[in-house]
């Protein structure tokens, strides 16, 4: 069974509107990519947000989660972003300085979102 790339899935998942959407995704560079869509409490309401939960380059280091944050951005502007489970400090450090994320303060702190 071939995995729906990550257009795909969102797609299937926003037209369903089942809580919550999850499962590993096609896309460049990324030999496994585990996403969900669902809601969190954002601020104070409840917000569409797309957790990127389990993330594994194909060749770290070469632009693929960098190329990912281009596309999300341009098709799919208002969807809020939440990276979980930060285990190195380079990529915290990079969530931070280079796209923006923050750490979730609703949360533990290996976990970063955007918007």
């Known amino acids: 069974m071939t995995l729906p790339t990550l257009?795909?899935?969102l797609a299937?998942?926003?037209?369903r509107g089942a809580w919550p959407a999850r499962g590993y995704v096609r896309e460049a560079g990324f030999r496994d990519l585990y996403?969900?869509?669902t809601t969190h409490y954002i601020g104070r309401g409840k917000r569409k947000v797309l957790?990127?939960?389990?993330?594994?380059?194909?060749r770290p280091g070469n632009g693929a989660f960098t190329a990912l944050m281009r596309k999300l951005a341009l098709l799919y502007p208002h969807l809020h972003?939440?990276?979980?489970?930060v285990l190195t400090e380079r990529f915290a450090k990079a969530l931070v300085e280079k796209y923006?994320?923050?750490?979730d303060a609703n949360d533990m702190s290996s976990y970063?979102?955007?918007r």
Request: proline share 3%; with cysteine.
């Open 51 to 58: 957790d990127i939960a389990s993330v594994n380059a194909a």
């Open 7 to 9: 257009e795909e899935f």
């Open 35 to 37: 996403v969900r869509y």
């Open 81 to 85: 972003l939440r990276v979980e489970c």
């Open 12 to 15: 299937s998942a926003m037209k």
């Open 100 to 103: 923006g994320f923050h750490p």
């Open 112 to 114: 970063y979102l955007l």
